[in-house]
């Protein structure tokens, strides 16, 4: 009876852990079905729909918002996003480099401080740089271009770049180009700004996800060590630091 007892107990913890292993391997493949399936198939997601699903599910009324009001208005109605947007301005200078820009909800802010002479803003949403260029922000050039093909009519390096939102939207090899073209455009005194959610957001136009010893591995590997990440946020994490030449 009691050898009986024992077996049944084994047999139900057995099926227990394969449950769980189950559980967790299907909630992995749910998270990293675009990764796997770039991997497998190399099929990747069509990213020039994003500012259409944006608009069309409403997401761009939110957008108009956070551009149209004013720096209170944006701490008082959306503090947790002011927190991020408050640490990226402080940290910003010189000439800027804002890579996928959207339709400018930073932008203004970057553009209205003291020490940023000039915005560079870029974005390969045809939509997203038609809002932004209708808005004729003082300081700010928007660009419609390719991430993976920077050309600019310039010879001197920016001073600080921006990647805000970005990482978690691209594929390894879209960001292996872009830091191959971005190298003509900055040295060791160009400062970087980088955020991404810390690990994962369910959001069908993210392809990966950091968690917060992969974005320091991340950046120690491919832009240089950060002098500070800041998390006040609290689901996402930023950056700041200088290039690694």
């Not at 004013?70 to 109605?77: G, I, L, R, V």
């Not at 992969?214 to 002098?227: A, I, M, V």
Request: charged share 25%; net charge positive; with cysteine.
């Amino acid at each position: 009876m009691l050898e009986t007892n024992s077996h049944a107990r084994h047999k139900n913890v057995f099926k227990r852990s394969v449950f769980m292993i189950l559980r967790r391997l299907r909630i992995w493949i749910a998270k990293n079905r675009l990764m796997i399936s770039y991997r497998l198939l190399g099929r990747k997601i069509n990213r020039n729909q994003w500012a259409r699903t944006q608009k069309n599910a409403g997401n761009w009324d939110l957008y108009d918002k956070l551009i149209e009001y004013s720096w209170h208005q944006t701490k008082t109605n959306f503090p947790v996003y002011f927190r991020g947007l408050k640490f990226c301005v402080e940290h910003c200078r010189g000439e800027v480099l804002e890579i996928g820009c959207g339709i400018g909800t930073m932008t203004k802010w970057i553009a209205q401080k003291e020490l940023v002479t000039k915005v560079i803003a870029i974005d390969i949403s045809p939509e997203a740089m038609g809002n932004m260029k209708e808005r004729q922000i003082g300081k700010v050039w928007p660009v419609l271009m390719d991430m993976q093909r920077l050309n600019f009519e310039r010879r001197h390096k920016f001073d600080t770049v921006m990647l805000c939102d970005v990482l978690e939207h691209i594929y390894p090899d879209e960001e292996k180009n872009m830091l191959i073209s971005l190298k003509t455009y900055i040295d060791e005194n160009t400062h970087y700004i980088i955020s991404t959610p810390i690990y994962w957001m369910d959001d069908p136009y993210h392809v990966r996800g950091f968690s917060k010893s992969e974005f320091k591995k991340h950046l120690r590997r491919y832009y240089g060590k950060p002098s500070t990440i800041d998390y006040s946020v609290g689901y996402r994490q930023i950056a700041v630091g200088r290039f690694l030449i």
